[in-house]
């Protein structure tokens, strides 16, 4: 059974980096892409930024330019570095692979950033 495991959430001030990670227990083919989600209190699950296989990322507006977004195949990993936080940037991250086969998701880290 394929279990993803999130580290690296925490706390920080505005204007601190974090860097989280996601890996995969277990073999999963066909993966299309690998990304990070997050979810405010009282708001939906949005997506933060994807990496495409075949070398495509995507960003969410807010997070262009502040966050980088990779992922290590052989090791079946995706990171996520955060720089320039603001305290709007709290919240639960998700970490998600998505393959032609089915939908893996994490079980959530969690991100404060004081201001």
């Known amino acids: 059974q394929v279990q993803l495991v999130e580290s690296g959430g925490g706390l920080v001030q505005a204007g601190g980096s974090l860097r989280l990670s996601c890996r995969a227990s277990?073999?999963?083919?066909?993966?299309?892409?690998m990304g990070w989600y997050r979810q405010a209190p009282g708001k939906e699950r949005d997506l933060v930024a994807d990496?495409?296989?075949?070398?495509?990322?995507i960003y969410a507006d807010s997070v262009k330019g502040r966050f980088t977004v990779s992922r290590d195949n052989a090791k079946n990993t995706v990171y996520l570095q955060m720089n320039s936080l603001k305290p709007e940037d709290t919240a639960v991250y998700y970490c998600?692979?998505?393959?032609?086969?089915?939908?893996?998701w994490g079980q959530g880290t969690q991100v404060t950033v004081s201001s």
């Open positions: 998600r692979i998505h393959s032609r086969f089915n939908d893996y």
């Open positions: 277990g073999s999963i083919s066909s993966i299309n892409a």
């Open positions: 990496t495409i296989s075949g070398g495509s990322t």
